[in-house]
């Protein structure tokens, strides 16, 4: 990767995968076939979700490496220092590993569940720590990420990301960023450089490994509806605190941000803002 932004030659060797904003690069390639290579020989036996040779494996309760070998492969493209390698562990449907590695950054990230989360060998929070991540439990004093849609541009569902964006910026939160790399952005909960982030259509490699790094900094990580994370569902919220994840969680219940489709399958039990429910029944 450093290789390819010193030459610059990403622009040149871009091909469409299933559209002109779903990218891959000769480097993703190269990445994932030097990660895999060295996972298959430290563990032969364990199975593997890639997302450039083995997308279309299925996730079960055997031991199974997840990995992206370049996450933000448009950034990547435009030099941006928001992409990463994502190596990740699922055993029973659950992350119970995570690396990340910032190249730009120079940032190694590692966690184990149960074990804390560290940034080059250096535990982020030591066990005395007052807080984990930011702490930030206000909405209103929140830097969030929302990524604008790569998976899909259907209208209704860009009129959905919108809506709830502006919802959002009219509570008002201190700020809105859009990064473009999921486990950039997990990685910046954990750090504090972010209150939360969340999205829709992301994969299990994009969220396997960002998932233990946040939960064992002290984050929460839960789906965009605030139910259990769940690697297979495609979303994805993480927040500082729970009472930050709670209130991010009302407004997508209010926009119905689950799912890619443009008529999903929410229910409007679902979809229903269950504090303002509850105002209004009493």
């Not at 055997?62 to 190596?87: K, M, S, Y």
């Not at 509570?171 to 939360?196: E, F, Q, T």
């Amino acid at each position: 990767m450093l290789e390819c932004f010193a030459r610059n030659d990403a622009q040149s060797i871009v091909e469409e995968k299933g559209s002109a904003v779903d990218l891959v690069t000769k480097y993703d390639r190269q990445v994932e076939d030097l990660v895999l290579s060295r996972l298959r020989q430290c563990a032969p036996d364990f199975r593997i979700v890639a997302e450039e040779t083995a997308s279309q494996e299925a996730l079960t309760d055997a031991p199974t490496w997840v990995v992206d070998p370049i996450d933000g492969t448009t950034n990547f493209i435009h030099r941006q220092a928001e992409c990463c390698v994502l190596i990740g562990l699922s055993v029973g449907k659950q992350a119970v590993l995570g690396v990340c590695f910032i190249p730009k950054l120079d940032e190694m990230y590692t966690a184990i569940r149960g074990s804390g989360a560290y940034c080059n060998g250096r535990q982020l929070y030591p066990p005395a720590c007052a807080f984990y991540a930011s702490g930030c439990s206000d909405l209103g004093k929140a830097m969030v990420n929302l990524h604008m849609p790569s998976y899909s541009r259907e209208g209704k569902v860009l009129d959905r990301i919108l809506g709830l964006s502006q919802d959002l910026l009219s509570h008002p939160i201190r700020a809105m960023r859009c990064g473009g790399s999921a486990g950039v952005d997990m990685i910046h909960v954990a750090r504090g450089r972010l209150d939360a982030y969340f999205e829709v259509g992301v994969q299990s490699w994009d969220v396997c490994a960002g998932a233990v790094i946040a939960q064992e900094a002290g984050a929460v990580c839960r789906d965009t509806l605030g139910g259990e994370f769940d690697l297979s569902s495609r979303r994805v919220l993480v927040a500082a605190t729970p009472a930050l994840a709670d209130q991010l969680a009302v407004y997508c219940r209010r926009h119905r941000y689950a799912s890619l489709d443009a008529e999903d399958q929410v229910t409007p039990a679902d979809a229903e803002d269950a504090p303002e429910a509850k105002r209004r029944k009493s």
